[in-house]
């Protein structure tokens, strides 16, 4: 029996993003699905509702993937997909699998040879690296650093190493209620002269995105607490 498609359906970053968002593709893809693997019901069918979702949402069937049923087996998020039927995979933000357990799906829909269709849409990385200025030749995304702040702080200091050792851009991010610390270190740990992006609620109303050096940061008030951001840091030789 042929298969079903796994579509990977990216969701906006930032409230009132919904036209930044979607493309005519992705509204013509969420109106051809009735099956969606989520990690998070409420956001997914919100976010289908504002993409124009025309089929009634009692017919869809919602498989919950938050995180407090990861680490179960993946065998009934597969049951529609291995009888042909095509299924929709959405994130709580952003693009599915990037910085994002929806990865461990794609792992296994691949594993099972089920045809894997990725549809364009927000990527709080991929923007940040954009509006940087900094290099999108070689980049790396380390996702969340240490808590411990002797660790991060140790951390921090490869990341500004690994950067100008291989002229490499390197993103990072936190907690939203631990950015304003995270920020802080950042400050505290790096060279005056390395450069620091910081892009804070991408595509949302309120979008905060600023390069600056870090001496320059030294000088400047700015309150990231409880927003989404994404600290990048390029350091030249």
């Excluded at 956001?43 to 179960?72: F, M, V, W």
Aim: glycine fraction near 6%; proline fraction near 5%; charge should be positive.
């Amino acid at each position: 029996m042929q298969r079903g498609t796994l579509f990977l359906i990216p969701v906006p970053l930032a409230e009132n993003a919904i036209e930044k968002s979607f493309t005519p593709f992705l509204v013509d893809t969420i109106n051809s699905l009735k099956t969606y693997i989520v990690e998070n019901e409420k956001t997914a069918r919100k976010c289908l509702k504002e993409a124009g979702l025309k089929i009634p949402q009692s017919d869809l069937l919602i498989h919950d993937y938050g995180k407090h049923k990861r680490g179960n087996s993946l065998v009934p998020y597969f049951k529609e997909l291995m009888l042909g039927v095509d299924v929709g995979l959405m994130s709580e933000a952003g693009c599915p699998g990037v910085a994002d357990p929806g990865a461990e799906i794609v792992a296994e829909a691949h594993k099972r040879a089920i045809k894997v269709v990725p549809l364009v849409g927000p990527n709080s990385m991929l923007q940040a690296l954009m509006a940087s200025g900094f290099s999108g030749q070689s980049f790396a995304f380390h996702g969340y650093l240490p808590i411990d702040k002797v660790e991060r702080a140790k951390r921090i200091k490869e990341l500004e190493v690994l950067s100008m050792q291989n002229k490499q851009t390197q993103l990072f991010m936190e907690t939203p209620f631990r950015n304003n610390h995270l920020y802080e270190d950042v400050l505290k740990n790096c060279h005056g002269s390395t450069q620091l992006c910081i892009a804070c609620n991408i595509n949302g109303e309120d979008e905060f995105i600023k390069t600056l050096t870090i001496a320059l940061w030294k000088s400047e008030r700015i309150d990231l607490h409880k927003k989404p951001t994404v600290f990048l840091l390029y350091k030249q030789s």
